[in-house]
């Protein structure tokens, strides 16, 4: 064949789709779509040969363009990434990533038929959330729970159908906004419950709540201030005193603790955070909390407390618009049965393998990796050293207190442009995603299990041009 391609002479898409190069791309991509890309880049290179742009591209590097297109556009914005900000549940990264019993299970219910709404013992029609119902009062103490689509939507559903036309009383230190449109009083007003506020920002005492109460309060709602902490002068109420208050009005005690765990996670030699079981056994009437916060499961919000307002809520006809589908069932379940084994708990869920990794194994891991990222970027004008860092859990869960980790802190030399170095990770087949920030790009390796996958992925950085 003549390689050197002559405007005239192009060959038409039929005779380059029917040469060899273009099997595996046919193959990998399907006609149609080869068809449309290879149209359009002969048009471009017409148009450029056209336009003077220069020497006719050979045909094997006709073919290396388009495969770099397909490649591109088929690409997914969703594929899997290298979370390296230090952040273990990052919301804008999907939060908890899935044990792999959980993952099985979706998969398992993504390929079959499965009995969602089916009872198999009597044959009858089953309820979809049976499922989840008995593991989540084993493993909280509730009388009855309920799951829907994540814990805005509990809070949602829980305030409408308990509170609506009626009051919540909140606390002034409580009146939280967990960041996107969530802000407690839009919520509430949402609900069609009317907000009354007690106490101040830093004190709420339990005369506030009592003094507050009134023939239209259908309820007491308790928050967990996820994302912030007020320190110093302050007092705020315990579950287990709102839960006498409400119980001697005759109103009902919602809390919302946000995260909320199952275990006890200072086990793991993590700071403490209310658990489910203690805020039910605080006598909460319902209890809300996240299904991908320190949990590690999939998105999902769970309600669990007393079943006559649980029956209630699930009677609300918000309830269907707020359900769960099979996949979702199956991994919450599959995660949820973990629980039932503390002592394993950190080793099969990912999100508790992360937090719980020591300083010193992580460092090792930085040793390791450092000469050959040096290697890699120093040829960029990069320089690349050991750092000390500190990562957070995320998603609003125990936001003060951050857990000693470490990083490889990269460095640009004279003026390299460090924003370019993190775009150009971002761009990679499998991006990095790292944290900018007093004039260093710092990858956080806490959550970085692949380390050959992880080079493979850096030593691509090459044709990105950043110098
Ligand atoms: C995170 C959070 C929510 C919302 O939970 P999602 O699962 O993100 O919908 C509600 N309340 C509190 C206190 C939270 O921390």
Redesign the pocket.
């Known amino acids: 064949m003549a390689d050197l391609l002559d405007l005239r002479a192009l060959p038409s898409i039929d005779q380059m789709l029917n040469a060899p190069d273009a099997a595996p791309l046919l193959e990998r991509h399907g006609r149609a779509v080869v068809t449309e890309q290879l149209r359009s880049l002969l048009a471009e290179i017409r148009q450029a040969v056209r336009d003077g742009g220069g020497a006719l591209p050979q045909i094997d590097d006709v073919f290396a363009s388009l495969l770099c297109r397909l490649d591109y556009r088929s690409r997914s914005n969703l594929r899997p990434l290298f979370n390296l900000t230090g952040t273990v549940l990052h919301?804008n990264l999907g939060?908890a990533l899935l044990a792999e019993e959980a993952i099985a299970a979706a998969v398992d219910a993504m390929r079959e038929a499965a009995a969602l709404e089916l009872d198999l013992d009597t044959g009858k029609r089953g309820e979809r959330d049976s499922h989840l119902r008995m593991l989540l009062c084993e493993l909280t103490g509730a009388e009855d729970a309920t799951v829907v689509?994540?814990?805005?939507?509990?809070?949602l559903i829980a305030l409408a159908t308990v509170g609506e036309g009626r009051e919540a009383i909140v606390s002034r230190g409580e009146l939280?906004e967990?960041?996107g449109a969530?802000r407690?009083p839009d919520i509430m007003k949402r609900a069609g419950v009317r907000l009354v506020e007690v106490g101040t920002t830093n004190r709420t005492h339990p005369r506030d709540y009592r003094k507050a109460i009134g023939p239209d309060t259908a309820l007491i709602l308790k928050?967990?201030?996820?994302?912030y902490r007020i320190e110093g002068f302050t007092a705020e109420v315990p579950g287990a005193e709102l839960a006498v208050i409400a119980r001697e009005a005759g109103v009902v005690l919602l809390n919302?603790?946000?995260?909320g765990t199952l275990v006890d996670l200072s086990r793991y030699g993590l700071a403490r955070e209310p658990t489910v079981r203690e805020a039910v056994a605080d006598g909460a009437d319902l209890v809300?909390?996240?299904?991908?916060?320190l949990l590690g499961g999939p998105?999902?919000?769970f309600i669990v407390g007393r079943r006559d307002l649980i029956a209630e809520i699930n009677r609300n006809p918000l309830k269907r618009a707020l359900r769960l589908d099979k996949i979702r069932i199956a991994a919450l379940a599959s995660t949820l049965k973990l629980y039932r084994d503390p002592d394993r708990l950190a080793a099969r869920l990912p999100t508790l393998r992360m937090l719980t990794r020591r300083e010193g194994e992580i460092r090792a891991q930085a040793e390791r990796l450092r000469p050959q990222l040096a290697r890699l970027l120093e040829k960029h004008g990069f320089t690349v050293e050991i750092c000390a860092c500190r990562s957070q859990v995320g998603?609003?869960?125990l936001p003060v207190d951050t857990l000693p980790s470490a990083g490889l802190r990269i460095l640009g030399e004279r003026g390299t442009n460090l924003e370019r170095l993190a775009a150009a990770l971002r761009a990679l087949a499998r991006p990095v995603i790292g944290r900018l920030g007093d004039g260093a790009l710092i990858l956080d390796l806490r959550c970085l299990a692949d380390e050959a996958g992880f080079l493979e992925s850096l030593s691509q950085v090459s044709g990105h041009g950043l110098a």
């Open positions: 919301t939060r689509n994540n814990n805005a939507a509990a809070v939280i967990i960041g969530f407690m928050v967990h201030t996820s994302n919302d603790l946000g995260s809300t909390f996240s299904g991908d916060k998105q999902a919000g998603s609003g869960a």
